[in-house]
């Protein structure tokens, strides 16, 4: 598999990695609520396209807390893998789970940055597989941890993403119309002045009613 292929549901594995309160309150590289909306969207478009996808945490009890509701609303199906390693790559049951979907392009997002997302980004390029960090939808303990760990992971071959980059990579065409509204949909939830403008379109140029709900994604 090469790096110039695009990505696309069949060929990748999404992977959300200590998605917990305490190493939420730690990031400091991100805005957290621009954190929060930007691993919405990677979460939605996993679950969209029907991406394989893994779900792992560190130390729920004694430490991190419960991996965020919302990530757990998005795959009520997924077993969590639970660890004592910072490092997902040390843990079997984490390695088991990735090489258990058959792909080789991860999908990779982490808190924090420097630590639960370069250690198995490098251990996992090491084993043979792509790395695909997102780095919009990570956070470090400051800006300067976050783009070191980032270049770091990128010196030893790993792209740099962004959530919506994915999301839109999975979609590749607008005339993809069994996901089209559902992705719409994130577009205005969670994409800013994008879904503005979505809605606006609709809405002031196309003559559509103005919403007043979302989809429920």
Known sequence: MSKLDLLNPTNSTVIFIDFQPQMTFGVASIDRQTL???V???AKAARIFHAPTILTTVETKSFSGNM????LDIFPDNDIIERSSMNS??????????RATG?????????????????????AMKAGFEVY?????????SVAAHNAAMRRIEQAGAVPMTSLQVMLEYQRTWARKETYDD?????????????????????MVHGAPASRHNSGL
């Open 133 to 141: 960090a997102v780095e919009d939808a990570s956070g470090g303990t």
């Open 68 to 71: 965020w509701p919302q990530l």
């Open 183 to 203: 992705v719409i949909s994130v577009v205005k939830e969670h994409c800013g002045a994008y879904g503005q403008g979505v809605e606006y379109a609709y809405t």
């Open 40 to 42: 919405m969207i990677l």
């Open 89 to 98: 790559w040390d843990d079997p049951k984490f390695v088991e789970a990735v």
């Open 103 to 123: 792909r080789t392009k991860l999908i990779m997002a982490a808190l924090w940055t420097e630590v639960c997302l370069a250690f198995p980004a490098l251990e």
């Open 36 to 38: 929060f909306n930007n």
